[in-house]
């Protein structure tokens, strides 16, 4: 077997596996294509979700839906009605499946799990080298979708650290047609603690704590928020834990030195991508549309033009939004409660929805601003202007 590629992608997770997909579905256009992924099996670790807006992509593999959201303080509770972009999961043993069944029906292209790629890649006259504890590969492009650090403090705005558990019960107790987005009753002050619940089915679902901090958390610090969310869901009755899912995202990513950038390349055949890199959105940590989205884009410009791309880079209006929402919840967490309710009470949910999903128009950035107490984003505004440096740089590489 040759040991050189026209691409190859490194990591074969939500990104890689995406890209692969889009490629092997181009048929014998696709260019020969390796994944490599250290991991040497796939389990469902993640339950992928997103609102299904027109622009959504692999909507077909969302295997619950929900037409209703709620989101609560101690004092306020709000039901929002998202029937025109329905809220999707995504199990991730579904997307890995089809991912996998996918790449496999194109001979073009190949996976090797269970093959970890060691340091960087390196430049050997007109090809890239891969090298992996057995072989040295070579490709002609490369997309590399590893995290390049481990998170670290003031690696990003805040990191969104989250863990669950999806849980069973013999009583009927969830509501099957209305999830939780986020539940702020067991928030202590200073901080942004939330419960989140999908309802699979009236007695399954899946249960997170999620934290939005500066500091960097282990999932496992919010193991006593789990249990006595899990505890009052259940009304200390039993459950039985089926699975665990855990997390830590970044949220406004602070810039990159300009060799871990994700257009680092020469001639643009090397790209990084991936949550680490421009996939997620920095208010929400969210990933999965917008990693859909690129690999549809750097599939066609690979065969098109014969070189991979990275992310798109949010405009400046919605960086700077994103960007401002950030730092208010940074520097005022007391507020970040009241401004979701507000967000999502206030605003008319389509432009809410579509502001988070990438397809804002400008009427409903114009929305979503106004649905917003101004206070603390002048606050934030005037504190930004007190530090152009460091501020300034941050949002320009958002
Ligand atoms: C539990 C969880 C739930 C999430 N839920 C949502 C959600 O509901 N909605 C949403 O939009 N986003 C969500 N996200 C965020 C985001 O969509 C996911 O993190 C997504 O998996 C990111 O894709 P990725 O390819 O960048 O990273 P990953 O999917 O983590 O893939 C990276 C791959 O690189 C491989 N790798 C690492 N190092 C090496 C190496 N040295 N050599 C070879 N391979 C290597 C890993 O094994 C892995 O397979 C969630 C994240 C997590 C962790």
């Known amino acids: 077997m040759s040991n050189d590629y026209d691409l190859v992608i490194i990591g074969g997770g939500c990104a890689g596996l995406s890209l692969a997909s889009r490629i092997s579905e181009l048929g014998n256009s696709s260019p020969r294509t390796l994944v490599l992924d250290s991991r040497s099996n796939y389990s469902n670790d993640r339950t992928w979700c997103f609102w299904n807006l027109p622009s959504s992509q692999a909507s077909h593999l969302a295997r619950y839906q929900w037409s209703k959201f709620r989101v609560a303080t101690e004092h306020q509770e709000i039901i929002v009605n998202c029937s025109d972009y329905a809220y999707c999961a995504v199990p991730g043993d579904d997307f890995y499946r089809h991912s996998l069944t996918t790449i496999g029906k194109n001979p073009q292209l190949t996976i090797q799990s ?36 481990a998170p670290q403090v003031g690696g990003a705005i805040l990191w969104q650290t989250f863990i669950g558990a999806e849980i069973e019960v013999d009583a009927e107790l969830f509501a099957a047609g209305q999830v939780t987005l986020m539940d702020f009753e067991q928030s202590p002050l200073g901080r942004i603690v939330f419960t989140y619940v999908l309802p699979f089915t009236a007695n399954r679902a899946l249960v997170e704590v999620t934290e939005f901090s500066p500091t960097l958390l282990q999932p496992s610090q919010l193991q006593d928020f789990l249990t006595l969310a899990i505890k009052d869901i259940t009304q200390g009755g039993e459950y039985r834990c089926l699975r665990n899912e ?53 599939a066609v410009s690979l065969v098109e033009k014969g070189y991979p791309v990275a992310h798109r880079k949010d405009g400046y209006a919605i960086a700077f939004l994103d960007h401002l929402f950030l730092r208010v919840l940074k520097d005022e967490p007391n507020l970040g409660p009241n401004l979701f309710t507000q967000l999502f009470g206030s605003a008319p949910t389509p432009s809410v929805l579509r502001f988070l999903g990438d397809c804002a128009t400008p009427a409903d950035i114009l929305q979503v601003i106004s649905a917003l107490p101004p206070s603390p984003f002048i606050r934030a ?18």
């Open 246 to 298: 855990s997390g830590v995202l970044p949220m406004g990513q602070t810039p990159l030195p300009q060799s871990l950038s994700p257009g680092h390349a020469v001639g643009s055949s090397f790209v990084r991508a991936g949550v680490a890199h421009g996939g997620a959105r920095p208010c929400t940590g969210y990933a999965f549309q917008r990693i859909q989205c690129w690999a549809t884009q750097c």
């Open 114 to 149: 269970g093959c970890p790629v060691l340091g960087s890649v390196q430049r050997a006259g007109d090809r890239w080298e891969i090298e992996t504890p057995e072989t040295i590969f070579t490709a002609n492009n490369v997309v590399d979708t590893r995290p390049v650090k």
């Open 381 to 398: 505004l005037l504190d930004l202007c007190r530090r152009p440096g460091v501020a300034w740089r941050e949002l320009l590489a958002s």
